[in-house]
């Protein structure tokens, strides 16, 4: 497991790339191109045509392979969903003259329910009618099964921890690494190799179905109007036929538990006995997961994993390493 290798491409660069992008592959006019949004791997765009439809979203991503595997998600998500799924018009592999992938999807209404904050001061009804949408949305993906656990695309294991007890192990390893140069903190290594030994307590119940989830289902992702009504979900990432709890981690994510998300979907819908022993289990490996693949992490975040899981582990009645 390594650090996922970036192309150096600027802002400014890849706006002119998605332009071309755009007009060669339509053969359009782009009348007008704006940055939206961005992250480790790729930068969004949204783009007004003389075409219909119109405007679009262009991601251009600045690593291979992720191109072509969101709009696989994507076009798996959307056939059969409770909630909007923006469509994928086409997918564009680097040249030289646009060297980056790009995926062209519909635009969605709506904001995400992050860096809106304003949403955080909506009422308490309107924030338990947007958790029941949520949780709606997502159980019934969770509904969908497959005979295979992993990866969308690549799913041939057998049970679950066939699938993520190797996956696990291969981030522990890697945080063992990051420690001994210094780039992981004594605590959050200690946590990770306290999760391990507990692996097979805190994993004892089995998971039955392979279950297809989203990936990557937090606030950010799942867009609203104003007054919390959900319009869609977005940007899945590394999509699985999975244990379904895989999932309820993202929801107590950035602004998830101020909605009640991962409350609302385990009083709604059956959950194991272990749940939140494992979801913190889940966040926590997700998180160092997400340092190694992307080189950077927000400081205050991890802390956050590690005193969850901490929590959660002495409430399952398991002992925490010191």
């Not at 592999?93 to 904050?117: H, I, R, S």
């Not at 998971?207 to 937090?218: F, M, P, R, Y």
Request: hydrophobic fraction near 40%; proline fraction near 4%.
């Amino acid at each position: 497991m390594e650090q996922r290798t970036k192309r150096p491409v600027t802002a400014k660069e890849a706006r002119e790339y998605a332009k071309t992008v755009l007009e060669r592959e339509w053969s359009c006019a782009v009348t007008e191109i704006r940055l939206i949004g961005g992250g480790s791997f790729g930068l969004v765009f949204e783009a007004t045509t003389d075409q219909v439809p119109y405007p679009v979203i262009l991601k251009g991503f600045r690593c291979d392979g992720m191109c072509l595997r969101e709009a696989r998600e994507l076009r798996l998500l959307v056939r059969d969903s409770a909630v909007k799924v923006p469509e994928v018009y086409f997918t564009f592999a680097a040249t030289k003259q646009a060297p980056m992938d790009f995926l062209c999807m519909e635009k969605v209404d709506g904001t995400n329910c992050f860096t809106d904050f304003g949403k955080l001061l909506c009422s308490k009804r309107e924030k338990e009618r947007f958790a029941d949408e949520v949780t709606t949305a997502a159980r019934h993906w969770h509904t969908q099964t497959n005979d295979k656990f992993g990866l969308i695309g690549s799913a041939v294991y057998d049970t679950w921890p066939d699938f993520y007890k190797p996956f696990a192990s291969e981030i522990l390893e890697e945080a063992r690494r990051m420690a001994s140069v210094g780039r992981l903190g004594r605590r959050a290594l200690t946590a990770m190799e306290c999760g391990w030994t507990h692996f097979d307590a805190i994993f004892c119940e089995p998971v039955g179905k392979a279950c297809l989830i989203h990936g990557d289902l937090n606030v950010m992702n799942i867009m609203s109007d104003k007054k919390l009504h959900m319009t869609a979900i977005i940007d899945p990432l590394e999509s699985k036929w999975a244990d379904p709890e895989y999932e309820l981690f993202q929801m107590r994510n950035l602004t998830g538990n101020l909605f009640g998300l991962y409350e609302t979907y385990k009083r709604k819908y059956p959950v194991s006995e272990n749940c939140d022993v494992k979801t913190a289990f889940y966040a926590l490996y997700h998180e160092v997961y997400t340092y190694i693949r992307t080189g950077s992490r927000i400081h205050w975040y991890l802390p956050q994993m590690v005193r969850r899981f901490e929590k959660d582990l002495r409430k399952s009645g398991l002992t925490v390493l010191q």
